[in-house]
């Protein structure tokens, strides 16, 4: 009886609670140490300010499960956000993370499973409670109301009335519409005083020449260089210079910031500029009006080194302010959901440096008044328009030809700044791969002497037909005509493999040919279960370097596949990925089986990573996030999905740059069953084998994420996946002692204590987490290599990974 009476005392009293988060805030705007928000949908996720203009908590992503720990407009339908935490990582977090108010480290971010994502730094003290104050800034303050922290002081991508940008300050563009981790475009206050809009070469924060500056740098006594950026509490926006001048931003007409919200934001597309909205109107029909923007047209701006604000190839333009990238007609982007990226390369390489091969294969597409601005190699005066295109034709170097003013300008990929601006006044010449194509596969040198007498026989045999009685006409025929029945017999009597012509970009080579490239395959470059690699220089082709691989053990029976796989490979190839080795051409002849790749300069990821200097922690992320896209390429992008089947450091190849290029891509394909060997029937190499080759399941991409997985483990340590020689057992196996080290949590002796990848250590924990959800035994629970960028980019919230091997482990 007593326990009912209790508990019916405990649910009537539940009927009058309220959240937590609403508890421990006053009308003033204050905050209680020790409140805490989830991120949950609804008004219990965030604290007001005391007019309710702006809020503070979780923000749920427009279609999305993710939120956002942001302070935004709350009273607008839009809730536009004006400041995000984490936003140097992954900005967008789980359902049910949690940020907590604490008195020692102020506001800590934590995922669902606890784990720390991001809290605020300040130097020292005690916080005694958070403020919400009505001009959006999210204060903590110590007993006396010192502050200690404040998101004014810590801007991501838009600043507001009452808000300075101090020296060395700066805003960042967020990466897209839907995704807040850190764009490529930045706004800075720099210690010159001069206010400037920069691209950055990401992932580090190195900068490229400004695309707007406020030339506030001062005279010799420095007397009206620029101090902070001031937008003051009435809406105007200045450079504040150190005699007490101001240098206004834009001439534009005063919004006042007393009837009007007001904000100036850093878009995600480079644009720096200043929005109004009345604050009276408050519903769906009114929305955010532009004031002013700098620069005044973005698209005209040249980046000197690296990209505008439209990806590679592709074409910006300008509408309402704001610029647009196009592809050329006919081409898409290679990432259709990023609008401001890449698009494919469209011309040829100078492995078809054949003109004859140039006019079957490609034509002219001629745009006015277009240009990219900078990747020219030659310049040409005086030209014509004329000769201006002839030229670029002919070279298998140029990919667009820009004329203008009697001037000819001709370019090479890939080609940056691209732009369309009716004051430009130019004829670009852009050459493009015709729509259907085929490519002649060259034949043996007595084949091609054969075939030209041929040719010379039939242009010789016409005119005689037309000058002699009918009675000679009537021989000659059945004399030609016997002679085509021999020569077409004796062809299927006596085939050969170099009489296919291929719907590919593919370049058919003679054994000889190969033979005398590679001195005799002198050179060798390595060597796997697949065959050896050796070093070749194609004199046919200027010189050009490149590898030859000789294929081990391919049998007369596999021919049709190895064709067909090829076939397969070719259009694949005609993108030219970037994260993907190219294959130039192969040669088919009797039993010799060899495939010529492109050469790279700085050999492969094995070389890279192993050797005796340990490569930078940003240079490893890169590699990562490069054979990742590779991957997804294979996997999910290209018409035909392509298995590696072999992922490893060794088949992972550096660049000038060292941009990871995934080599032997659908090389595993082209081979028999038991070609591809280690120890076991399968395909891969000992140490990143998926475990369901050995249990006769059914191989998916999802043996490729394995491999990653693994590969991902190296990259981020430094060391093989099995190590037996001057190392403990613990750690002789690299996948099971990380995991250890995560459990255990002591990733530092995972980088082996390494400074730069330890002060990311929100990053390096993320890239942990997905390497052991890559290794998972059940395939099922390993994501798709779509889903693994996401991870690595912090778009998609990456939980507590179980066991790797939960069949093999205990614990």
């Known amino acids: 009886m007593a326990f009912t009476v209790r508990l019916l005392l405990l649910l009537i009293a539940s009927l009058f609670l309220v959240p937590e988060s609403l508890l421990a805030q006053n009308n003033d705007g204050k905050v209680a140490v020790g409140a805490f928000l989830v991120a949950t949908a609804g008004n219990s996720s965030s604290w007001l300010s005391p007019s309710g203009d702006f809020a503070f908590g979780f923000r749920q992503l427009e279609n999305s499960d993710l939120f956002l720990l942001s302070v935004w407009y709350a009273k607008i339908p839009d809730k536009t956000i004006v400041w995000f935490a ?458 050009v370097q490149v590898a030859v691989k000789k294929l081990r053990f391919v049998s007369q029976d596999s021919e049709k596949e190895f064709k067909a796989e090829l076939n397969i490979i070719g259009r694949l190839m005609i993108t030219h990925h970037k994260n993907l080795v190219r294959l130039v051409g192969y040669c088919d002849e009797e039993q010799e089986r060899l495939l010529v790749y492109e050469f790279l300069s700085n050999g492969t990821l094995a070389n890279y990573l192993f050797a005796d200097t340990r490569p930078g922690w940003r240079q490893r992320i890169d590699v990562a996030y490069g054979v990742a896209r590779g991957l997804q390429y294979l996997h999910e992008e290209c018409s035909t999905q392509i298995i590696h089947c072999d992922i490893k450091p060794q088949n992972i190849l550096l660049d000038d740059y060292y941009n990871a290029r995934i080599a032997d891509f659908g090389l595993a394909k082209l081979l028999m069953m038991n070609q591809s060997r280690t120890r076991t029937a399968i395909r891969g190499t000992k140490g990143y084998v998926a475990p369901e080759w050995f249990r006769n399941m059914p191989i998916t991409t999802k043996v490729d994420v394995y491999s990653f997985g693994v590969v991902l483990l190296e990259v981020i340590c430094c060391r093989r996946s099995v190590e037996m020689e001057n190392i403990s057992e613990e750690r002789a196996i690299l996948t099971n002692w990380v995991y250890d080290c995560y459990l255990e949590g002591v990733l530092d002796a995972v980088v082996d204590y390494e400074v730069e990848a330890l002060n990311e250590k929100t990053t390096l924990e993320r890239f942990i987490m997905v390497a052991l959800w890559c290794i998972q035994e059940d395939p099922s629970l390993r994501p798709t290599m779509r889903k693994v960028m996401y991870m690595l980019e912090g778009v998609v919230e990456v939980h507590v990974p179980p066991s790797p091997s939960p069949y093999s482990r205990t614990g």
């Open 86 to 543: 984490n936003g140097d990582s992954h900005a967008a977090v789980a359902k049910g993370s949690v940020v907590n108010l604490t008195a020692e480290s102020g506001l800590v971010l934590t995922s669902p499973q606890g784990v720390q994502l991001w809290r605020s730094e300040y130097p020292s003290g005690v916080v005694a409670f958070g403020v919400v104050n009505d001009t959006g800034n999210f204060v903590l303050q110590d007993g006396k109301s010192e502050t200690l922290w404040e998101t004014f002081n810590n801007p991501t991508h838009t600043v507001l009335p009452g808000q300075d940008i101090e020296k060395g300050g700066k805003l960042w563009s967020q990466q897209s519409q839907t995704n807040f981790s850190k764009g490529k475009f930045q706004l800075r206050m720099q210690d010159d005083g001069n206010l400037v809009l920069v691209t950055i070469n990401l992932p580090t924060e190195f900068a490229n020449q400004p695309y707007y500056a406020s030339d506030t740098t001062g005279d010799l006594n420095s007397s009206t260089a620029g101090t902070k950026l001031e937008f003051n509490s009435l809406g105007y926006m200045y450079v504040l210079r150190e005699n007490g001048e101001k240098f206004n931003i834009k001439d534009a007409t005063r919004v006042s910031a007393t009837t009007f919200y007001l904000r100036a934001t850093l878009n995600f597309d480079g644009v720096f500029a200043l929005y109004s909205h009345p604050k009276s109107y408050t519903d769906n029909n009114v929305s955010w009006s532009l004031v002013w923007s700098v620069p005044d047209n973005i698209c005209s701006m040249t980046i000197e080194a690296g990209l505008g604000v439209c990806g590679y190839n592709s074409i910006c333009t300008l509408q309402n302010q704001r610029p647009t990238c196009k592809c050329l007609t006919n081409y898409s982007l290679q990432d259709p959901s990023h609008p401001y990226g890449n698009c494919p390369d469209f011309t040829q390489g100078c492995e078809e440096d054949d003109l004859t091969v140039t006019k079957d294969l490609y034509e002219v597409v001629m745009l006015t008044n277009t240009d990219w601005a900078t990747s020219y190699y030659m310049r040409l005066n005086p030209s014509t328009s004329e000769s201006c295109n002839q030229s670029c034709f002919g070279d298998c170097m140029c990919a667009v030809a820009i004329f203008r003013a009697g001037y000819c300008w001709k370019k090479k990929l890939p080609l940056s700044n691209g732009r369309q601006d009716g004051k430009l006044n130019t004829q670009a010449f852009i050459k493009v791969r015709k729509g259907n194509f085929t490519v002649p596969v060259p034949q043996l040198p007595n084949q091609d002497d054969k075939k030209r007498k041929n040719q010379t026989t039939l242009i010789r045999i016409g005119p005689a037909l037309l000058g002699t009685s009918v009675f000679v006409n009537l021989m000659l025929s059945a004399i030609v005509f016997l002679g085509f029945f021999f020569i077409y017999r004796k062809k299927h009597i006596r085939p050969t493999s170099n009489q296919h012509v291929w719907d590919s970009n593919l370049h058919a080579f003679s054994y000889e040919e190969l033979l005398k490239a590679t001195n005799g395959f002198n050179e060798e470059l390595g060597k796997g279960a697949f065959g050896v690699v050796y070093k070749g220089i194609l004199q046919i082709f200027s010189g």
